[in-house]
């Protein structure tokens, strides 16, 4: 059976009133990760390249892996960004080209930073839980980090409270007076909300950010707008990040030439290392289009 799902993107710059929130409602497409596994990528889409600096958003699962290998994503590069993996089933190995070989399990949270350059894979060990349930998050790096050094950290315990209905955890950022201890480089916050009953519930947002709210199962409403599948939501907000970006397969860059150097140089074997105890060959990149890539804006308005 065919699943949809959607997210509720919302743009409030600063001096926009509530009255106006500018919200779109972006459609998933299936888009297949490694040999077995398929996402439903909500961003980057053309009405909304971003919120805040979160620049890509995978949800993948509920997926039935109990006879099946689940994630096997084998090595591969990444420049100017920092991918935030949360689990709600499952179980995955991450390993990487700082020598870091990290479990993740539901509840804790993988933020790795690329820098100029890190390499890393993503696989479920081969005794792993019967059902995989997650989602990938990218957060575009502005400078100077985004052409600093690769870091990795693994964070088990997290904010998690209750207000009324609503279970809150915190994975990045900042809300309703807690903090998260995930390294961030620009104004960020995501957080899992798991509502409790059907009681409406509001939550203390910044007028300065752009909000998106994706929901990961169950249903819900938002803004007047009912989405699926959601009773567990993941909600991502951020200040607009003004800089125009070419995002092409695993790199984010602001240039063709600096796309082209980084392709380059991952084929060539130089600047991403190799990753720690994955004896698999890397994932060659694909040929680059024949026409210049250009950077866009958040809104998928075309730069240079």
């Not at 001096?15 to 961003?43: E, I, K």
């Not at 950022?173 to 059907?198: C, I, N, W």
Request: with cysteine.
């Amino acid at each position: 059976m065919e699943r949809t799902e959607s997210m509720l993107a919302q743009t409030r710059p600063p001096g926009v009133a509530d009255a106006d929130p500018g919200s779109v409602l972006l459609p998933g497409h299936d888009v297949p990760l490694g040999r077995y596994t398929t996402v439903r990528r909500l961003l980057p889409q053309r009405p909304r390249r971003m919120v805040g600096a979160w620049c890509f958003v995978d949800h993948f699962g509920p997926d039935d892996v109990a006879q099946r290998p689940g994630m096997e994503v084998p090595p591969h590069p990444h420049t100017g960004l920092q991918t935030v993996t949360w689990l709600l089933d499952g179980e995955i190995i991450h390993r990487d080209s700082l020598g870091s070989v990290q479990a993740i399990r539901p509840g804790q949270l993988n933020v790795m930073t690329s820098g100029r350059g890190i390499a890393h894979s993503e696989r479920s060990p081969a005794v792993h839980p019967p059902v995989m349930h997650g989602v990938q998050l990218w957060v575009a790096l502005p400078d100077p980090a985004r052409a600093g050094a690769a870091d990795f950290a693994h964070h088990a315990d997290l904010p998690r409270w209750r207000d009324g209905e609503l279970d809150v955890t915190l994975l990045v950022g900042e809300l309703a007076g807690e903090r998260s201890p995930a390294v961030v480089h620009t104004p960020l916050m995501g957080a899992q909300l798991e509502l409790g009953g059907t009681a409406p519930t509001t939550l203390p947002l910044r007028p300065d950010f752009e909000y998106a709210l994706l929901a990961m199962n169950g249903s819900a409403e938002a803004a007047g707008v009912g989405f699926e599948p959601g009773a567990r939501l993941l909600l991502l907000g951020g200040t607009p990040f003004d800089e125009p970006l070419v995002m092409w397969w695993n790199f984010v860059g602001r240039s063709h030439e600096e796309v082209a150097e980084a392709r380059e140089d991952w084929m060539a074997g130089r600047r991403f290392g190799v990753v720690a105890d994955d004896p698999a060959p890397p994932l060659p990149a694909p040929a680059l289009p024949t026409t210049r890539l250009k950077a866009r804006d958040r809104t998928g308005d075309l730069h240079g």
